[in-house]
Structures are given as structure tokens and as C-alpha cells.
């Protein structure tokens, strides 16, 4: 509408003012677009096509509309679109072109339009179809340049990829299902005799003895997707190299071969070192188990001399030497009861251990340990209190292994219960199993102790505890429960006990007799 004010303003100009007032407002608006383009702003380029169609269509209908002399300027607008290079924005050209040139019919046939005179309208014409033809010839350079420029980047960018794919430290191949090399990429392990790997077959790479697993890699990858073989290369006997393979969308495989020589060397090494260590342990199981059995025979002399000797039985003998031979028998029972269970332990380690398995009452085996622990509880002033089944608890199992079962919990349950404190041993049926649990009021374990106790030679307590014992005792419960088929489980914390129970599969089944049916009398 300013546009059509400013032609009825103008209807009495001359036409040489008519034309300086169109070429400066074409000239405004290629400033304008010319600064707006340089910001390389989207809403900047809009902003300079809307401007264009603007000066386009008022300076049309300044020099006579449609029929005028700077018709051609109507195009202004999708020249822009192009000499900007913005395919996007040619659709936004090509529609306010068409409303300048519409602008422009509508004001020839609404009002009175000057008209330029010869010589300036041929002049006008010249300039507007050139100054138009020029902004579509930048904008098929640009449009060209664009193009160009983006080859030159997908082609810069590929070289970079392949570049990267060449010097990756991994071989990896594109292949065909049946295992022909398309193209290969990176660095070959050594022995792999590469060559010119396209066109040639991946078991061509593989020693022989190999050859069959990495095909049917091949055949599984193909069919569920993914495989994973390692295999000796076809020039190196001491190499090992691992084959990952991946099916592609298209059907066709990659494949990723990587040196896996010195994970091999270290997985060797590590073997190695286990079974020394094997060997070692073995031999220390062995040692002690000889040992133990050798340390016996002299201290079972020692124990039944020093029992003749306090029980007088060949005459009197000084108090204080009674006592010396009290000393004797007790220090000797203890260091049996330590080597029992280093034997024990020993045995179990090797799995040279065999259960003596027996038909009998539980409650006899835990019922003699109580018997023979209660003077060891009197004399430290603990209550040893028995919590057994009113029902036989027939077991098949070993019965010296039940009793060190519950002589090793009982013990170290009244080596951590203090004075006035209570132990109590229980033994039912839960579950079909035979549960044996030892509780008492004592220190307690940490849990970080708790976390270690039950593996052989651990131990929890202060030295005088430790001394007590070898650490074994926790284990031997463990072990034999397990070659029982059952479990062990400690709860405990630091002031509130400890309760340790063991359940075992080793009750018998009881079988209930099926009622006799009885036929009805008529």
C-alpha cells in the first residue's frame, strides 16, 4: 500500500525523478540484502527477499506497472532465494515474487501509472533484466559451490574415516556368508599372511587343524547373528588370534581379527601359577597329614603315661607330682585334639576324607557332647544348657563327624561366653533336615570377622583366644556339613552372641503305611 501512495504521489513527476526515485529504492534493498546476507542469518535472508519483493514491486509500478520497463524486477525476490544459495529459500522467493508482480497488475488497472520515455525505458529494461539475470547466475554458483563444497567435505571425511580404519590396531573385514574377503581395513597380527586380502577366502588365513571351527564361526554368525572363535594363523604355530564375527543388515558379515598372543601368554602364566599353587598346597596337606600321623604315636605314649602317673596305679606318688602329671594329660589332650584336627583338615583339603556313614540317633552323638563339656562349663561358670528333640532323630550319616560338629561349636562357644554367661545346644528336625544350632550370650563376632571365620586357620578374639586354638574348628564344622550336603550359618554381633546352625540332609525318611482297603460285605 505505500508503494501504491507513493505512485499516486508521483503520477505528475517526470519520468527521469520517477526513475532515480525506482533505482534508489532497488538500490536501498540490494544494500540492505547485501548486509543481510553477510550475517549469515536465516531470519536475515527472509528479512532481505521481503525487501526485495518490496522495492521490486514499488519500483515497477513507478515506471508503468507490468507493462513497464523494470517488469523483470518482480523476479528480484527468487533471485535473492538463489544468489543466496539456500535452496530452502527459493520457495519464499518464488511466492513474493509473484505477490510483487501482483502488486504491480493491480495497480495498472487501479490507477493511472506514469510512464518512462525513451531513451531511459530501454536503459530500464537493460538494468533490470541484467541486474535479475545476474542474482540467478550467483545463485547457480553458489548452488554449485555448495555442491562442490560438500563432496569435497564427504570425500575429506572419508579419507579421514579410512585413514582411521587403516591405522586402527585391529583387522577388520567386510565378507560375503560364505567367508570371501570384500574389503579388509587396519593392521594384521602377526603371522597372518595378509597380502591383497580382498577376494580371498578367510580360511585362507587359518591353519589348517583351525580351519573347520572358523567356518562354522561363519555359519553360526550368519544364522544367529554373532561368534567368537580363536584360532592359530596359518604362519605363525605360536600365534593366537581372536576372530569376532557380526552379521550386517544386508546379510553380509564383519568380522574383527585382534592379536591375542600376550593374553594368551598371560592366561598361560596364570595357569601356570594356579597349578603351583595347587601342587604347593597339596604338598603342605600332604606334609601336615603325614606329620600329624607321625606327632600321635609318641604323644598317645606320653598321655597314657602321664594318666598311670595320676591315677597312682603303681603306687603313691607327692601331691606336687600329681599334679605335674595332671598338667601332663591335659596339655597332651589338647595337643591331640589340635592335631585330630589338622589330620581332619588335611584329609578334607586333599579329598581324601571318606565319611563313615551309620545308621544311628543323633541325639546320642550330641547328648555325649554335652556330657563331656559340662566340666569344662562348670569350671568357667557357664551354663551349658541341652535343648534336644522328644523324638529319635535317625540319621545316616557319620557319627564322629556329627560329634566334632557339635564339640567344635560347643567349644567355641564357651571360649567366648564369659563367666555367669549361657551356651545352648539344640538338635531337632526342620524340614526334613537335621538341625543342630549352638547359641550363646558371649562377646560376639564383628562383621568383619564374621566374614572370614569358617576358612581354615582364621580366627576372631584377642591373642589369649587365639592361642586357644589353631583355627580350624569353624572350618571343620563347615566342611563336614558340606560333605553332609548341608550348610553352616553364623549370626552374630559385637555384645549380643553368636548362634551358629548347621543343617544337614541326613534324616531318615519316615515311611507311613497305606491304609488297607477293605472290600464292603453285602
Excluded at 255 to 276: F, H
Aim: net charge negative; aromatic share 4%; hydrophobic share 50%.
Amino acid at each position: 500500500m505505500a508503494a501504491v501512495a507513493a505512485a499516486i504521489a508521483l503520477q505528475a513527476a517526470s519520468p527521469p525523478v520517477e526513475t532515480l526515485i525506482a533505482l534508489g529504492a532497488v538500490a536501498a534493498a540490494g544494500v540492505l540484502g547485501a548486509f543481510l546476507a553477510e550475517t549469515a542469518n536465516e531470519t536475515g535472508a527472509v528479512v532481505a527477499i521481503l525487501a526485495w519483493a518490496l522495492a521490486g514491486g514499488a519500483a515497477c509500478l513507478m515506471t508503468g506497472g507490468t507493462a513497464g520497463p523494470l517488469t523483470a524486477w518482480c523476479l528480484a525476490p527468487l533471485a535473492a532465494g538463489a544468489a543466496f544459495g539456500r535452496p530452502k529459500l527459493l520457495a519464499l522467493g518464488a511466492a513474493t515474487g509473484v505477490a510483487a508482480a501482483a502488486l504491480a497488475a493491480l495497480g495498472v488497472t487501479l490507477l493511472v501509472l506514469p510512464k518512462v520515455t525513451e531513451p531511459y525505458a530501454t536503459w530500464l529494461s537493460l538494468l533490470a533484466l541484467g541486474t535479475t539475470g545476474l542474482g540467478f547466475a550467483a545463485g547457480l554458483v553458489a548452488l554449485q559451490g555448495r555442491v562442490l563444497g560438500d563432496d569435497a567435505r564427504a570425500k575429506a571425511a572419508e579419507l579421514a574415516l579410512r585413514e582411521a580404519l587403516d591405522h586402527q590396531p585391529q583387522l577388520l573385514m567386510a565378507l560375503y556368508p560364505g567367508g570371501r574377503i570384500v574389503e579388509a581395513f587396519g593392521e594384521a597380527p602377526l603371522g597372518l599372511a595378509t597380502g591383497d586380502l580382498p577376494d580371498r577366502h578367510l580360511g585362507e588365513l587359518v591353519c589348517d587343524e583351525d580351519r573347520a571351527r572358523v567356518e562354522a564361526a561363519l555359519i553360526g554368525a550368519a544364522a544367529d547373528g554373532s561368534a567368537e572363535v580363536v584360532f592359530v594363523p596359518a604362519h605363525d604355530p605360536f600365534g593366537w588370534c581372536v576372530l569376532t564375527v557380526r552379521r550386517m543388515g544386508d546379510g553380509r558379515l564383519v568380522a574383527a581379527v585382534r592379536d591375542a598372543r600376550a593374553q594368551r601368554t598371560r592366561e598361560t602364566e596364570l595357569e601356570d601359577a594356579r597349578a603351583k599353587a595347587e601342587q604347593q598346597n597339596a604338598g603342605k596337606s600332604r606334609f601336615l597329614a603325614n606329620m600329624s600321623h607321625e606327632l600321635r604315636t609318641p604323644l598317645n605314649a606320653i598321655m597314657g603315661f602321664s594318666d598311670i602317673m595320676r591315677q597312682r596305679l603303681f603306687g603313691p606318688m607327692s601331691d606336687r607330682y600329681a599334679e605335674y602329671a595332671e598338667l601332663i594329660h591335659e596339655s597332651g589332650a589338647h595337643l591331640l585334639e589340635l592335631i585330630n584336627d589338622v589330620l581332619d583338615m588335611s584329609k578334607i583339603e586333599a579329598e581324601r576324607f571318606e565319611l563313615a556313614r551309620e545308621d544311628f540317633d543323633a541325639r546320642d552323638a550330641v547328648a555325649a557332647v554335652l556330657r563331656l563339656m559340662r566340666g569344662q562349663a562348670d569350671r568357667q561358670g557357664v551354663t551349658l544348657r541341652g535343648d534336644l528333640s522328644t523324638e529319635p532323630l535317625e540319621a545316616e550319616a557319620d557319627r564322629r563327624a556329627i560329634k566334632q560338629i557339635a564339640f567344635n561349636l560347643v567349644s567355641n562357644a564357651l571360649k567366648f561366653t564369659p563367666k555367669g554367661g549361657l551356651v545352648t545346644v539344640s538338635a531337632h528336625p526342620v524340614g526334613g533336615m537335621l538341625e543342630i544350632a549352638v547359641s550363646d550370650t558371649g562377646v560376639g563376632i564383628s562383621a568383619e570377622d564374621l566374614a572370614r571365620l569358617g576358612r581354615p586357620y582364621e580366627q576372631a578374639g584377642d591373642a589369649e583366644q587365639r592361642q586357644a586354638g589353631a583355627g580350624l574348628g569353624l572350618s571343620l564344622v563347615r566342611a563336614f556339613a558340606r560333605l553332609h550336603g548341608g550348610e553352616m550359618i553364623m549370626e552374630s554381633a559385637l555384645g549380643e552372641g553368636t548362634t551358629v546352625t548347621v543343617r544337614m540332609p541326613v534324616l531318615a525318611q519316615k515311611v507311613i503305611p497305606e491304609p488297607i482297603a477293605r472290600s464292603a460285605e453285602a
